[in-house]
């Protein structure tokens, strides 16, 4: 089993010889990974197996990973027209 001081080293060289002039960490990336899942429509609770997470850390690990970003905005703003397109609203005047 590798522990944190080699996933982390590891991922620094790679980061070098890919010539990447970013700050990248192990959790950064586990971020964006969870991220991208839920952008794919992955459910919640799925993402939350595969990133082993347990019951008493879901809520709080969870909520850094369901911020809105644009792909999730722009999917937002699509499912909420298209439901609007659908409403058939009927306006009734009473005297």
């Given amino acids: 089993m ?4 080699g996933i982390q080293k590891a991922l620094k060289r790679v980061i070098g010889e890919c ?3 970013k700050s990248i960490s192990p959790h950064n ?3 964006s990974y969870a991220t ?3 952008e ?3 459910d919640l609770r799925s993402v939350q197996t595969l990133l082993g997470l347990n019951i008493l850390n879901i809520l ?10 644009q792909i999730t905005r722009k999917n937002t703003i699509k499912a909420i027209n298209q439901l609007a397109d659908h409403l058939v609203l009927k306006w009734k005047c009473g005297t």
């Fill in 19 to 21: 010539n990447i002039h």
């Fill in 29 to 31: 990336l586990r971020h």
């Fill in 36 to 38: 991208h899942l839920l």
């Fill in 60 to 69: 709080n690990i969870t909520a850094r990973y369901t911020r809105l970003t």
């Fill in 2 to 5: 590798i522990d944190k001081g």
């Fill in 40 to 42: 794919q429509r992955l």
